[in-house]
C-alpha cells in the first residue's frame, strides 16, 4: 500500500536537477512536483503556476508572516518557497510529493520532516559546474557570480544528506534516483 512520502532534491545552479526531475517525472507521472513561489522575474519561456508562482517581495513576506510556506529561503538576492498546503494534501493522500529546493530549505525540512528522502546531487567538479552555468547564458555576470559562490558551499554540505549522486552521466544518475527511491519503497 502506498504511504505518502516527501522527497527533497538538492544540488548546485547549474548541476542539472530539473532535467533529471523532469526526466523522473516522465517515468512516474505518480509524482507529485510541489510548484515553489519565487520573487525572481520569470526566464523567458517560464510560466507562472508552472514553473513558479511569481510574486512579489510584499506577498511573499505575507506568505511567511501567515505560517503559508513549508520552508524558504534567500537564494542569489531572490526568496524561494515551499506552499504548504499542497505539499500537505497531497502527503495525506498518500501521494509521494519532490521538493526541488536549495540547501537551506533542505535543512528546514530534515527538521520538520524527518522522514523525508534527502538526495543531492552532485557535478562531475567544480569546474564543470562553472562552464554549464555560464554556457546557460540565462543570467547576468553578478547572477552567475552569487550563483557560482553558493554552489560551492552547497557541494560542501552535499554529505548531510541521505542520499548523493554525482550526475555524470544522465543515465546513470537517472536510474541512481529512481533506485534511491523505489529500492526501499516495498519496506
Ligand atoms: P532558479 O532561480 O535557478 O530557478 O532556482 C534557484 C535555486 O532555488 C535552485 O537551487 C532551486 O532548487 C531553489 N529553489 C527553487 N524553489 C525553491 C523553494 O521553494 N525553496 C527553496 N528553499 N529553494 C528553492
Known amino acids: 500500500m502506498a504511504k505518502g512520502k516527501l522527497i527533497v532534491l538538492t544540488g548546485p545552479s547549474g548541476v542539472g536537477k530539473g532535467t533529471l ?3 523522473l517525472l516522465k517515468h512516474h ?4 512536483l510541489s510548484v515553489s513561489v519565487t520573487t525572481r522575474a520569470p526566464r523567458p519561456g517560464e510560466v ?4 513558479y508562482f511569481f510574486v512579489s517581495r510584499g506577498e511573499f513576506e505575507r506568505m511567511v508572516a ?5 520552508e524558504w529561503a534567500e537564494f542569489a538576492g531572490n526568496y524561494y518557497g515551499t506552499p504548504r498546503a499542497a505539499v500537505e494534501e497531497q502527503i495525506a493522500q498518500d501521494n509521494w510529493v519532490i521538493l526541488e529546493i536549495e540547501l537551506e530549505g533542505a535543512r528546514q525540512i530534515r527538521h520538520t ?3 523525508a528522502t534527502l538526495i543531492f546531487i552532485l557535478p562531475p567538479s567544480l569546474e ?3 562552464h554549464r552555468i555560464r554556457g546557460r547564458g540565462q543570467d547576468s555576470d553578478a547572477a552567475i557570480a552569487r550563483r557560482l559562490l553558493r554552489a560551492r558551499e552547497e557541494v560542501n554540505a552535499a554529505s548531510e544528506f541521505d542520499i548523493q549522486i554525482v ?3 544522465f543515465d546513470q544518475a537517472l536510474e541512481a534516483i529512481e533506485h534511491a527511491l523505489y529500492a526501499t519503497a516495498a519496506c
Do not use: T
Not at 29 to 32: G, K, S
Not at 48 to 51: I, L, M, P, S, Y
Open 167 to 169: 550526475n555524470d552521466d
Open 113 to 115: 520532516y524527518p522522514g
Open 66 to 70: 501567515q505560517g503559508e510556506l513549508l
Open 29 to 32: 507521472p505518480e509524482l507529485y
Open 21 to 23: 526531475l523532469q526526466a
Open 128 to 130: 564543470e559546474l562553472e
Open 48 to 51: 507562472h503556476g508552472r514553473n
